[in-house]
């Protein structure tokens, strides 16, 4: 067998035009998205699988840690928030209210730590945390977008893009309507995977990881699930009835994957849902209340921390963490486990080296592994997307370059949107 075949030259139809094309619908992209139609440009997003949210829906990551600094201050809001209103306008979601955030009261950290809203080392106080439904968070995302205008394309993968110069002029997609390009004038890079960055030839960093698969059971007896001593974590879900289970803390598959190869995730989906079962059955056996519990869901993706990240022109690094605030910072993110850590996040840290009109925002911005820890929690996702669909719809304005837009009107533009800056 020939080690490689040349595939023939063929003609790919342009199919749309578009001023900001977001790739990837995770919660990074809806920030960029929308924000990008806010600011004026026309917007699209292409998303591979059907419904919006990335590992904040299909990944069964419903809780938001944490949107304040670990003091009692909320340091993340903008577009976040308008989704966490827009949730508890459906009664969707779960969160402390204002007046609590800061408090050591034992009894209400204990009512929260039950929900998924405490983590790490104590000694704790009420965070500005968020549990939610992902089904409603899907819907709420759907109608966010097309009320904003944004041209929304599901059941495309990106695999190409095609560049003049510094410049990517198009991104070609693969779907059952076989290979398709959109022509563009700025490219977000939401994939979480930083799949455009390696498309465009940007440097990355690689990690290799343990997969998480959390998942949903069903059928528990509340009032002795709750009480059950020596338990293994579950969390109460934003509905009465059953559990959420964060998989992949305790109980791990036997290696670490490279989460953009496709075989390692073959052999982790098997594996992880083996493994889940295995635990149902240990916790049908050993923990008071779950005798006659069932799966109700295991989330549709694997839970991936870290893959691939862009090289920015700035890495955001642990150094970082509580330092005063740079003066291109567009967004601030406080520590899921540390109380008061906080990181403020550099517009340069969303610009790609070589070409112009790239912008990675999400979990795939420039980081390094530490500092990616904050930067990687859903709120900070939603932030820096929204400050990169901003900026590319400021450059188009200006007739720049996103990577060189004018970092003050940014500012501004991110302020007047109810984001938070120093
Ligand atoms: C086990 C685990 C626990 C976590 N716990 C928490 C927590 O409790 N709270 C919290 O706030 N955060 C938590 N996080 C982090 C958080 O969930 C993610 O980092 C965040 O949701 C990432 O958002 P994103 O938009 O950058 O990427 P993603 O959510 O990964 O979205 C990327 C999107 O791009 C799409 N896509 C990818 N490649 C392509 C392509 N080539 N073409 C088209 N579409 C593509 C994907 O389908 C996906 O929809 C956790 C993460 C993991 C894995």
């Known amino acids: ?26 919660s990074a992209g809806i920030g960029a998205a929308v924000a990008a139609a806010r600011g004026g440009a026309h917007s699209m997003l292409v998303e591979r699988y059907g419904s919006l949210g990335g590992l904040a829906t299909n990944g069964l990551i419903i809780l938001l840690l ?44 204990e009512r929260y730590r039950r929900a ?25 995302a759907d109608q966010l977008l097309l009320e904003t205008g944004v041209d929304l394309r599901f059941h495309r993968w990106a695999v190409g893009v095609v560049r003049d110069g510094s410049r990517i002029t198009h991104v070609i997609f693969e779907s059952k309507a076989g290979r398709e390009a959109i022509a563009c004038n700025a490219v977000v890079d939401a994939t979480g995977d930083a799949d455009i960055a390696v498309l465009a030839g940007e440097d990355v960093e690689r990690e290799r990881v343990h997969p998480w698969l959390w998942f949903r059971t069903a059928g528990a007896d509340r009032s002795l699930a709750e009480e059950a001593p ?13 559990y959420l289970h964060p998989w992949g803390a305790a109980e791990r598959i036997d290696r670490d ?21 295995a635990e149902l059955d240990r916790l049908r056996g050993n923990t008071p209340g779950f005798e006659h519990a069932w799966i109700a869901q295991f989330a549709n993706t694997l839970g991936i921390t870290e893959s691939r990240r862009l090289v920015g022109r700035y890495m955001l690094r642990r150094e970082d963490m509580d330092q005063p605030p740079f003066d ?11 109380y008061g850590a906080i990181y403020h996040i550099p517009f340069r840290a969303l610009c790609a080296r070589e070409t112009d009109n790239l912008l990675a925002a999400g979990r795939c911005m420039s980081s390094d592994h530490r500092a990616h820890h904050s930067t990687k ?11 990169a669909g901003f900026a590319s719809a400021l450059a188009l304005q200006h007739n720049a370059a996103p990577v060189d837009v004018d970092v003050s009107a940014l500012q501004a533009k991110l302020r007047a949107a109810g984001a938070i800056l120093p």
């Open 377 to 387: 929690e859903i709120p900070p996702c939603f932030a820096t997307g929204e400050a």
């Open 328 to 338: 291109d910072t567009i967004a601030i993110t406080g520590n899921w486990t540390k």
């Open 66 to 109: 944490t949107m304040d600094d670990g003091h009692g201050k909320q340091v993340i809001a903008g577009l976040c928030q308008e989704l966490v209103d827009r949730l508890s306008a459906r009664n969707a979601c779960y969160f402390p209210p204002s007046g609590e955030w800061g408090l050591d009261d034992a009894e209400l950290i």
């Open 230 to 242: 020596d338990r293994p974590t579950y969390y109460r879900t934003v509905h009465e009835s059953g």
């Open 257 to 277: 994957i490279d989460p953009t190869d496709p075989d390692d995730l073959t052999y982790a989906e098997v594996e992880c849902r083996r493994l889940v079962r």
């Open 116 to 140: 998924g809203l405490v983590w790490g080392r104590g000694p704790h106080v009420v965070r500005y945390s968020v549990a939610y439904d992902p089904e409603e968070f899907k819907v709420e």
């Open 1 to 26: 067998m020939p080690a490689y075949i040349e595939e023939p030259a063929r003609r790919i139809p342009v199919i749309a035009e578009t001023d900001v094309l977001v790739i990837g619908g995770g």
